[in-house]
């Protein structure tokens, strides 16, 4: 077997990892590291006398305006990196996790590819320019930098570097004379100081070789570094037809000069080695295939991998880099090259030998069969198998039919001698998350590798991050590198859309062009899948006609539904080892249904996200028995679910459960609106009865008509139909949104529907409660267009909402009477009496005790006599009213205790009728129950 060093295994698992390739083994984040070195780190950014000191890193992933010492870490950190350095591992970005809280997106640990560091010149961080003029804070800034270096002396890829660069900044401290210089010098004094007094010694040159001035010295280390590792990789592979030399002429091509550099002439080659490179060069000029190149390459570091040369392979690659970079760069200083994209590959030849198992010496005893626990379809390895397995999908699964025919027939048309243009086949992937996008697309990786219509069917996955640099020029080769990690397989971009929504300086159409140009370069041995939601994919193909015309077809990927939903959580219950009861699996079915389709519904990961809340409350269960029986820990029962009821605060502030239907019963009056809404939820319970019998759903519109004057409960009543009705498994999650026509119209011509179909998605799973409805009755404005798309969403969303339209009961009549469409589909009309004088002193006396005051005898007489005159007034406002005298109660009931010398608790808890107002005033909006 090949001899992996057990060292570079922790490549390959989710642990937090940096590793610069040809240097020191690969670190792993110590448990609690990250967390106590951050903390350390916040500290120090947050040094009070630096609090008035910001900065803007103009272009760059910071937030506007952040801690200047937080720039200087980055910065500090990030000059520890070797140059032109190739670094893996989930925690390469150790610059970017220790100042994450003041970047706009903070990195996460994921390891998910490589990256590359660039070079640059030492400057002391931009914080000594923005504190010229004050000494003190100078001499603060150089013990940062001491005190920073100190919090990484764990990392070990960085020790070398960090030792010598914690030794020149103590020597600043320790120098009476370079200590003052840094406190009165300018920047650019203080960058020119650094280079000719701190990096001309031997031992600061070894660690830091980019900081000389000339950067050949740089490229006579590079050159040094690959010509041994070529060497040594030799001695394992032996490459009899290709020289040192050889290999360098070529790599003078790849990175793409015209010429080679006679710098070369003064490291390792000498006169004669550089001028054999000049006439290979020449040679070899005719026949420069760079994507050649790099896969020669990547071959012969396989082979070095597979010969047990893991470590002499990443250091010939980590060599290739640097001397590509400086050969790139010349005459000025190194710079990387787009086209050494090789890492990857040798991550993968890594990964091969690290997951590669030995065959038994002998064929394993048979052993009984033993009888296992419950679990989860075997995988096919066939991705036409897996596909048609896949639960759900049947138009997906029909569209990606018609694509594996084509890519059979191309192969037999190959066979037959017939050769037509290549199809593009670049897609467009629409849906909500969770849907199988991804899955689909690493399928039909492996489906067009199946017929030969890629090479290797991977699938490489990136979003907007992947794709988009930090600085103008990043953006293009980060595209590149990304292609040539997807060639001969399925380049995935999630949320695709991201890459058309920046503003006028965005580098997203950078992506495109970039991106565009490799689907039509590459388009026999690359599929690109964008994917993302409907609206916004169609919005990015307009913002670029060239992405159009390369994009094969768009498959839309639907919400999965109830019963697929309940497919799904069974497969991820059984993958895990749990067993679902029958009664388990029906509440499993009614609480998946509550969860409203609207855009960003998870689908596949709502299912795991439910099953893992059921796992938690399980496990507490479980906890609490004496010596479970397995199948006890194996089975999800219904206790189990989380709750979905939901609650409210009771008299004393305690909070008590409170099904929707007893809060009806507890509203003061309404008794006729109360009777209807009985009929309504035992109407519902009878639905959900009879779709368990099996019978087809009845065809019902459930949309309603509220009337009534303001402050009579039809908001409240609203909301407590929404939670009858996803308590029944009839709507999702039951909310409650409430819109008027401004939220509606829009001012100009065209943007009204597009807003009532963003309202209404906002609402899907719940009821939106239209106020004032009557409003949308013009013909001089743009409410007749509003009315029309509610009428086509509605019926488009019918199993999915509950509109209430809510105003004055004769302009609500005119508005039914406008449009015909309206009043078929809102078949049921409640209307909502004003409130007596006796229930408007109940409401009054509720909102005084549940707030816990005492009310004097006679008190409520008064507050009749303060909200009477107001009754028969178009407008009258009843809860609202009672609200009102009871908050100007309180208001006057305070002007008094607060004059008593020392009120007894009696006397604070106490209304009278002399704390009533003389009159009521004002217009205060309700949020009690009574609105």
């Not at 190959?414 to 593009?424: K, N």
Request: charged share 25%.
């Amino acid at each position: 077997m090949p001899n992996l060093p057990d060292e570079l295994n922790v490549l390959f698992t989710d642990e937090p990892v940096l590793h610069i390739l040809g240097g020191r083994k690969p670190w792993r984040y110590p448990d609690g590291w990250l967390e106590k070195t951050r903390a350390k780190a916040h500290a120090l950014i947050t040094d009070p006398a630096f609090a008035d000191v910001t900065v803007t890193r103009k272009g760059s992933t910071f937030k506007p305006s952040v801690p200047v010492l937080a720039v200087a870490l980055w910065d500090l950190v990030w000059m520890l990196y070797p140059p032109l350095a190739a670094v893996v591992g989930g925690g390469r970005n150790l610059y970017g996790q220790l100042v994450g809280p003041y970047l706009k997106t903070p990195p996460v640990l994921k390891n998910d590819g490589w990256s590359s560091n660039s070079v640059g010149r030492f400057a002391p961080p931009p914080a000594f320019e923005s504190t010229a003029g004050q000494p003190e804070l100078r001499e603060k800034l150089v013990a940062f930098h001491s005190d920073a270096l100190a919090l990484l002396e764990e990392v070990e890829p960085l020790e070398p570097r960090r030792t010598v660069l914690a030794g020149l900044w103590d020597r600043v401290a320790s120098d009476e004379e370079l200590l003052a210089a840094h406190r009165t010098s300018s920047r650019s004094e203080l960058i020119t100081l650094w280079q000719d007094t701190f990096f001309t010694d031997d031992a600061a040159f070894d660690a830091f070789p980019e900081q000389t001035r000339n950067p050949l010295d740089l490229l006579l280390v590079g050159v040094a570094r690959l010509q041994a590792a070529h060497e040594a990789i030799a001695g394992h592979t032996p490459e009899t037809d290709r020289t040192f030399n050889e290999t360098m002429a070529a790599l003078v091509h790849q990175v793409e000069r015209v010429d080679v550099p006679a710098g070369l002439s003064y490291t390792v080659l000498g006169a004669d080695g550089a001028a054999e490179v000049q006439r290979l060069f020449e040679r070899q000029a005719d026949e420069v295939d760079r994507v050649k190149w790099r896969r020669r390459q990547e071959a012969w570091l396989a082979r070095a991998v597979e010969a047990g040369a893991a470590r002499l392979a990443e250091e010939w690659l980590a060599a290739l880099y640097l001397t590509g970079g400086c050969l790139a760069g010349l005459p000025d200083r190194a710079e990387e090259s787009g086209q050494l994209n090789l890492p990857w590959k040798f991550l993968g030849s890594l990964r091969a030998v690290y997951e590669l198992r030995p065959r038994p010496a002998k064929p394993a005893p048979t052993t009984p069969e033993i009888q296992p626990v419950p679990t989860a379809p075997e995988q096919s390895n066939d991705p036409e198998a897996e596909l048609a397995n896949l639960i759900g999908l049947t138009e997906v699964k029909a569209c990606v039919a018609e694509l594996v025919a084509e890519a059979k027939v191309a192969g037999l048309r190959a066979a037959a001698g017939v050769r037509p243009p290549t199809a593009t086949r670049h897609l467009i992937f629409t849906g909500n998350a969770g849907t199988g996008k991804t899955t689909v697309a690493r399928l039909l990786g492996g489906i067009y590798r199946k017929y030969g219509a890629l090479s290797s069917g991977q699938l490489v996955e990136v979003g907007r991050a992947d794709l988009v640099g930090e600085f103008v020029g990043k953006t293009a080769p980060m595209v590149e590198r990304v292609i040539e990690r997807a060639l001969g397989g399925v380049l995935f971009i999630d949320e695709a859309y991201a890459l058309a929504e920046g503003g006028k300086n965005d580098l997203g159409p950078e992506v495109l062009s970039t991106l565009i140009a490799a689907m039509e370069n590459h388009r026999d041995d690359l599929v690109v899948v964008m994917a993302g939601y409907p609206a916004e994919m169609e919005t990015l193909l307009d913002s670029n006609p060239g992405l159009r015309s390369r994009v094969a077809r768009s498959i839309h990927f639907p919400d999965y539904t109830d019963e697929e939903m309940l497919a799904i959580f069974r497969l991820l219950a059984a993958e895990s080892g749990f067993e679902v009861a029958g009664e388990t699996a029906e509440k499993v079915t009614t609480t998946l249904h509550r969860l409203p389709r609207a855009p960003g519904f998870g689908n596949g990961r709502a299912a795991r996200s439910l099953l893992e809340r059921l796992s938690a409350r399980q496990a507490v269960r479980v906890a609490g028995l004496v010596d479970p029986a397995p199948e006890e820990v194996r089975q999800l029962l219904v206790q189990d679910l989380p709750p979905v009821s939901g609650s409210t605060l009771a008299a004393g502030g305690a909070v008590v459960a409170v099904g929707p239907e007893a809060e009806l019963e507890r509203l003061v009056g309404l008794d006729e609106v109360k009777k209807i809404a009985r009929e309504l939820a035992a109407e519902a319970k009878a639905e959900t009865l009879r779709i368990r019998a099996g019978m087809p759903p009845t065809d019902r519109s459930r949309h309603l008509v509220f009337l009534g004057n303001p402050g009579t409960g039809k908001t409240t009543v609203a909301r407590i139909l929404a939670g009858i009705y996803r308590d029944l498994g009839l709507l999702g999650s039951g909310q409650l949104i409430e819109v008027t026509r401004t939220d509606l119209i829009a001012e100009y011509l065209g943007q009204t529907a597009p807003r009532v179909r963003k309202v209404v998605q906002r609402a899907l799973g719940g009821v939106l409660f239209i106020d004032e409805a009557y409003s949308l009755n013009d013909s001089q404005s743009y409410g007749a267009e509003a009315i029309a798309t509610l009428v086509q969403e509605i019926e488009e969303h019918r199993g999915e909402l509950v509109v209430v339209m809510a105003g004055y009961e004769r302009e609500m009549k005119l508005l039914l009477d406008a449009n015909s469409g309206l009043r078929s589909r809102f078949p049921t009309v409640l209307t909502f009496p004003d409130y007596s004088r006796g229930e408007l002193q109940t409401i009054y006396a509720d909102l005084a005790s549940t707030a816990g005051y005492t009310l004097e005898p006679g008190l409520l007489t008064g507050v009749s006599a303060l909200i009477e005159p107001f009754r028969g007034m178009l407008g009258f406002g009843n809860g609202r009213l009672a609200r009102t005298a009871f908050e100007q109660t309180i208001l006057r009931q305070a002007t008094r205790i607060t004059q008593l010398a020392d009120p007894a608790p009696d006397q604070v808890r106490s209304l009278l009728k002399a704390d009533l107002p003389d009159r009521l005033a004002g217009d205060i909006e309700d949020a009690s129950p009574y609105l």
